[in-house]
Structure formats: C-alpha cells, structure tokens
C-alpha cells in the first residue's frame, strides 16, 4: 500500500509555468508506475501523463504533449508533473495515482489516489 500527498499547485498566468510532486509513503514507490490525472469544474477526470515504475518509459495526453513533463525519483519517493506554457484550459484539480498494473492512461487501473492539488490559470 503506498499513501500519496501531492503539492506545488497554485495560481499562474498563462504561459507560466509550475511544477507538481507527489510524495509517496512506504519502501514500495518504486514499485508502482505512477501518473497525473486531472479534473476540471464540471468535467470528468482526465489523463494527463504517467510513467513506469523505474521512470524509463512515459506517455502522455495529446493536450500536453510538448509542455508537461512527468518524472520521478525513487530514492526520494517523489513523483513530478513540469507545466510548461501552462493555458487556461489546463485549470483543474491534479491528482497522482499509482499502479501495481504498469502505466495506464485508465483511471480505473490505478489503486491509490492523492487528494490533488489546485492549478488555476489565469488568461
């Protein structure tokens, strides 16, 4: 079992830029590929990247491909989302996740979920 706590969120104006971690409890983060999952008002939960457990392998949404980057490190328990040229339309609650299933772009396959964080920007 592993606990996720998420932080870095806030208020930006577009074309800003924020950096999410996700810290992990338990000496068995590293066995869990992760991702970043993200929900706006009134929308449903949406993918947005994940990665495999030892953090060689990545996929993420076409929405933000070329500005986000997922990584993590494992000797701090730690799991990232760089946000990059953020948009308006990126506003949404971010939540980390982890899988004992491999990266998934399904919510579904993932077991643990954070609280999220809130990323508001601003046009």
């Known amino acids: 079992q592993v606990q996720l706590v998420e932080s870095g969120g806030g208020l930006v104006q577009a074309g800003g830029s924020l950096r999410l971690s996700c810290a992990g409890s338990?000496?068995?983060?590293?066995?869990?590929?992760t991702g970043w999952f993200r929900q706006a008002p009134g929308k449903e939960r949406e993918f947005v990247a994940t990665?495999?457990?030892?953090?060689?392998?990545?996929y993420y949404a076409d929405s933000v491909k070329g500005r986000f980057t997922i990584s993590r490190d494992n000797a701090k328990n730690t799991l990232y989302l760089q946000m990059n040229s953020l948009k308006p339309e990126d506003t949404a609650v971010f939540y980390c996740?982890?899988?004992?299933?491999?990266?998934?772009?399904?919510?579904?396959?993932?077991?643990?979920w954070g609280r999220g964080t809130q990323v508001t920007v601003s046009s």
């Open positions: 996740a982890a899988s004992t299933r491999g990266p998934q772009t399904m919510g579904a396959m993932y077991a643990y």
């Open positions: 338990g000496r068995t983060f590293s066995s869990y590929a």
């Open positions: 990665i495999s457990s030892s953090g060689g392998s990545t």
